[in-house]
Antibody, heavy 122, light 107 residues
Framework: QVQLVESGGGVVQPGRSLRLSCAAS????????MHWVRQAPGKGLEWVAI????????EYADSVKGRLTISRDNSKNTLYLQMNSLRTEDTAVYYC???????????????WGVGTLVTVSS | DIQMTQSPSSLSASVGDRVTITCRAS??????LNWYQQKPGKAPKLLIY???TLLSGVPSRFSGSGSGTDFTLTINTLQPEDFATYYC?????????FGGGTKVEVK
């Protein structure tokens, strides 16, 4: 079955870096756009970034632009989120989610991974 | 950025009730509107995409309608497993944005 499993979360000090991974299985990874979405404790959902199926196109929320970088390795069926210059407001559960096929519009998120918690604290 | 406004932010209902949640976009988004259900401690799940298309496997008591700026999620005959938080999300343009959520609680 289609499955997404995030890893790499943890506690990190402000200003430091962290890299999240999302292992995909059960579908043809290299034909789908992929997203990162986050949720601060007790808060709503915030879209973070999208990467096209081939990795050439990327877009970001303004709140993370220049600090977080989305990438993918289609040979490993894995999505990444490199997080630099972390701030306390980046504390959240980070979900990866599958987007749409090929050159489709931005579409919907389905399915979602189980999430990984990132806590930025001194 | 496109702002998504959901109402109400919470509601109390009983099993068997009909529940309606509304979502309004700050600009026209055609039918680029999706609905998700989230239970505590779990990842969100897609229910409806493109405003009114039910995801395969989602019970038919869920339905979506609307286009342009105003959208509705309806749950007919509320079941115990439907108590959760519901989010709308626009996919018209980046940044992709969510409504603030509607928590459906037991009356």
């Amino acid at each position: 079955q289609v499955q997404l499993v995030e890893s790499g979360g943890g506690v990190v000090q402000p200003g430091r870096s962290l890299r999240l991974s999302c292992a995909a299985s059960g579908f043809t990874f290299n034909i789908y756009a992929m997203h990162w979405v986050r949720q601060a404790p007790g808060k709503g959902l915030e879209w973070v970034a999208i990467i096209s199926f081939d990795g050439f196109n990327k877009e970001y929320a303004d709140s993370v632009k220049g600090r977080l970088t989305i990438s993918r390795d289609n040979s490993k069926n894995t999505l990444y989120l490199q997080m630099n210059s972390l701030r306390t407001e980046d504390t959240a559960v980070y979900y990866c989610a599958r987007g749409t096929e090929g050159f489709g519009d931005y579409g919907w998120f389905d399915p979602w991974g189980v999430g990984t918690l990132v806590t930025v604290s001194s | 950025d496109i702002q998504m406004t959901q109402s109400p932010s919470s509601l109390s209902a009983s099993v068997g009730d009909r529940v309606t949640i509304t979502c309004r976009a700050s600009q026209i988004i055609r039918s680029n509107l999706n609905w998700y259900q989230q239970k505590p401690g779990k990842a969100p799940k897609l229910l409806i995409y493109a405003a009114s298309t039910l995801l395969s496997g989602v019970p038919s008591r869920f339905s979506g309608s609307g286009s342009g700026t105003d959208f509705t999620l309806t749950i007919n005959t509320l079941q115990p497993e439907d108590f959760a938080t519901y989010y709308c999300q626009q996919s018209f343009n980046t940044p992709l944005t969510f409504g603030g959520g509607t928590k459906v609680e037991v009356k």
